[in-house]
């Protein structure tokens, strides 16, 4: 079993939730793992600089709130907006909370590029100035702000951290039913296939370590979407990171439109099923190429 996965069920334990709508398993037992091989970082290590990532197209009217609750939130953390040149205004918006506090900062953008390649770019950035943690946030307040400081206090002990929806103790407000019945079906499919413990890979509140970035390596990831949050997370796991998952209560937006779209969803279909099946097909490559035992008889 690779040492990621038990990393995270020695979590699930310290941290008294377990596993949520997704399925359920007794509690385990372990002591904490310790994984100390090169580009990961160990417990002691320290979070000094937190960097909080919100991309944005459109959301002129949710950006200076977020903003605010953000820094309310994380007084020492500062944010980096990446804005894809907003027809509403949004980056002139971003550039007034630039020149009114120096702890926040915006990249502008020259179209609309996706919000993994939005991502790379703020992580690429954060890299560079020498940030040791970053989050991934929404705009639409959808990621409350006001959790972030127990997805922070998890980094101690992990690599990577979501803020999961479905897990015990997790939960979500405003979402109509079937939409909740699309996301809990798209994180089974996600876990059956891929073969890992994470019961919301989909999740887009999360927070990486820098020297976790620097180990799963950002030049070849090209997905866009919620596959994004998959791929990095399958990425995370296959490399023995720690991954986490601390419950959060994600709030559906009240003001502007959501991003989903039908491309994204059909990426991410084809996508997770192209992994799942490569994962499956190297599952059975390993066991076929195993040295038969024989036993006396």
Known sequence: MPRGWRSWHSWH???GF????LGSSAPRTDPPHRLNHEGIAS???????VLVCIPTYNERENLPRIVERVRAAVPSADVLVLD????????QIAD??????????????????????AYLAGFAWALEEGYGAIVEMDADGSHQPEQLPALLDALHDADLVIGARWVRGGSVVNWPLHRKALSVGANIYTRALLGMPVHDATAGYRVYRASALRT???????????CFQVDLTQRAVRLGL????????FVEREIGDSKMSGDIMRESLQKITAWGLSHRADQVRRLGSREPTWHRL
Do not use: F
């Open 43 to 49: 417990l002691s290590d320290q979070i000094e600089r």
């Open 242 to 249: 720690r991954v986490v998952e601390v419950p959060i209560t």
């Open 84 to 91: 894809d040149n907003s027809p509403d205004g949004t980056g």
């Open 216 to 226: 799963i390596g950002l030049d070849h990831v090209a997905s866009q979407g919620y």
């Open 96 to 117: 007034e909370l630039v020149a009114a506090d120096p702890q926040v900062h915006v990249l502008h953008r020259p179209g609309k590029q996706g919000l993994g390649n």
């Open 18 to 21: 377990g596993v949520g709508p």
């Open 13 to 15: 334990l310290v941290c």
